[in-house]
């Protein structure tokens, strides 16, 4: 079993419709998590992370974590051609604030205008 | 804040030549910085931790003869991959984090060509 988990895709949603991303982990001692978006050719940018158990908003995207059943996921509200990337979910090996982060394989998401 | 510069965006190198990485914290000190390989269309693979003043710890399988670590101050790394091969050819990304920091911060990535 991966250490993190992720549907490679490709998902396609329509413009305007809610993108959902999931990710499954497979260290149940794992502590904080983290969604990065990566544009094909660049580097990965940091969308938000969440540690504790629920929602976690942040403008158009909700991150939500269920640590019982070991996956995390990403919604993307109002989705935009502009949100068409790979979605990498990350999963802390390490002590909060000193991660060590293990990738799951990405999930690459197209925004059909 | 917390940029991460990362240099030369692209090198073209001939077979068996080296070609070294920059990888620059410009508005922190980064503890620990780490690189990355990526292939196309797959994920990142770590290749090697370094913390300023020590040694690299590198990834199973990758070598560290070849790829060779340096990260001499909190705000500096370099990766030198020696005696490049075609088989080299990858995007290469650095990244930073510091003590208290969530996540880590990419390098705009290093895009290596070996002809």
């Known amino acids: 079993q991966k250490e993190v988990e992720q549907n490679s895709g490709p998902l396609s949603v329509p413009e305007g419709a809610i993108a959902s991303l999931n990710c499954t982990y497979s260290d149940r001692g794992s502590q904080s998590f983290f969604w990065y978006r990566q544009y094909s050719g660049k580097s990965p940018e940091l969308i938000m992370f969440?540690?504790?158990?629920g929602d976690k908003e942040d403008g158009r995207f909700t991150a939500q974590l269920n640590k019982a059943s070991q996956y995390v996921s990403l919604l993307i509200r109002d989705s935009q051609p502009s949100d068409s990337a790979t979605y990498l979910c990350?999963?802390?090996?390490?002590?909060?604030?000193?991660?060590?982060?293990?990738f799951g394989t990405g999930t690459r998401l197209t925004i059909i205008p | 804040g917390a940029v991460v510069s990362q240099h030369p965006s692209w090198v073209i190198c001939k077979s068996g030549t080296s070609v070294k990485i920059e990888c620059r914290s410009l508005?922190?000190?980064?503890?620990?910085m780490f690189w990355y390989r990526q292939f196309p269309k797959q994920s990142l693979m770590l290749m090697a931790t370094?913390?300023?003043?020590?040694?690299?710890?590198?990834e199973q399988g990758v070598e560290k003869d070849k790829f060779l670590i340096n990260h001499a101050s909190l705000t500096l790394s370099t990766l030198t991959v020696t005696s490049a091969h075609p088989e080299d050819s990858s995007f290469y990304i650095c990244s930073a984090t510091s003590m208290g920091f969530y996540g880590y911060t990419f390098g705009s990535g290093t895009r290596l060509t070996v002809v």
């Open positions: 370094s913390n300023e003043g020590s040694k690299a710890t590198y």
């Open positions: 508005d922190f000190q980064a503890t620990t």
């Open positions: 969440i540690y504790s158990n």
């Open positions: 990350a999963v802390n090996r390490g002590n909060f604030g000193n991660e060590k982060l293990t």
